[in-house]
């Protein structure tokens, strides 16, 4: 089956560690995107890539890195100095330039 | 200001009592509006596109209606299994492709 697999589904960090958090998709989509999901918020979004090798910024970047060395995987790493990293992270994939995203299940990150 | 408004922000409904969702957007230019269903813990799963005013889009309970100014998810004799969060975004043309979202509705259907 195609799809989006994100792990792990939870994950529990101490204040100070870098996490990365995995991504990767079987749909063949060229777009891959980070949100990140807080209660009663919106989706907001962190990092996007349209092709390999290339990936921009979103409105909420900081604390945040991405790679894409692969057409299938986007992971993003949450570094130390995100200063409010708990939340919902969600990863998504598109074909192209459509609004019509394909979301993976999602990665809820505790720091302790 | 926020682009995509959704209201309201919960709703609560016996099964069998039809409503509708309201996505408002302040987009200059429409290329699409999208609406999206999300379980607690789960990510968002994807509904209907629509793309002109008039439009409509319908799939079992749900019918999706788009205006020039907002878009309207109605919900025809919803039963408990409709209960989730609907999120509506917008992706603005001669801009980013990239789609906005809005901050979702929470529906509650009691049987």
């Known amino acids: 089956d195609g799809g989006i697999t994100q792990s792990p589904k939870y994950l529990f960090r101490k204040e100070g560690q870098n996490v990365t958090l995995s991504c990767e998709q079987n749909?063949?989509?060229?777009?891959m995107y980070w949100y990140r999901q807080d209660p009663g918020q919106g989706l907001r979004l962190i990092y996007y890539s349209q092709i390999v090798n290339d990936f921009q910024k979103g409105d909420i970047a900081e604390g945040y890195s991405v790679s894409r060395e692969k057409k299938e995987s986007f992971p993003l790493t949450v570094t130390s100095a995100q200063k409010n990293p708990t939340a919902f992270y969600l990863c998504?994939?598109?074909?192209?330039?459509?609004?019509?995203?394909?979301f993976g299940e999602g990665s809820r990150l505790t720091v302790l | 200001e926020d682009q995509v408004t959704q209201s309201p922000e919960a709703l609560r409904l016996q099964e069998g009592e039809s409503s509708s969702l309201n996505c408002s957007y302040t987009?200059?230019?429409?290329?699409?509006l999208f609406w999206y269903r999300q379980d607690p813990g789960k990510g968002p799963e994807f509904l209907f596109t629509?793309?002109?005013a008039g439009e409509e889009k319908e799939k079992e309970r749900l019918k999706a209606t788009l205006t020039k100014k907002e878009s309207f998810l109605h919900i025809t004799a919803p039963k408990p299994e409709d209960s989730a969060t609907y999120l509506c975004?917008?992706?603005?043309?001669?801009?980013?492709?990239?789609?906005?979202f809005g901050r979702g509705t929470s529906l509650i259907v009691h049987p």
């Open positions: 987009v200059s230019g429409l290329r699409g």
């Open positions: 749909l063949n989509h060229d777009a």
């Open positions: 975004a917008v992706q603005e043309s001669g801009g980013s492709y990239i789609p906005t």
């Open positions: 998504a994939s598109s074909n192209g330039m459509t609004g019509e995203l394909f």
């Open positions: 629509l793309y002109s």
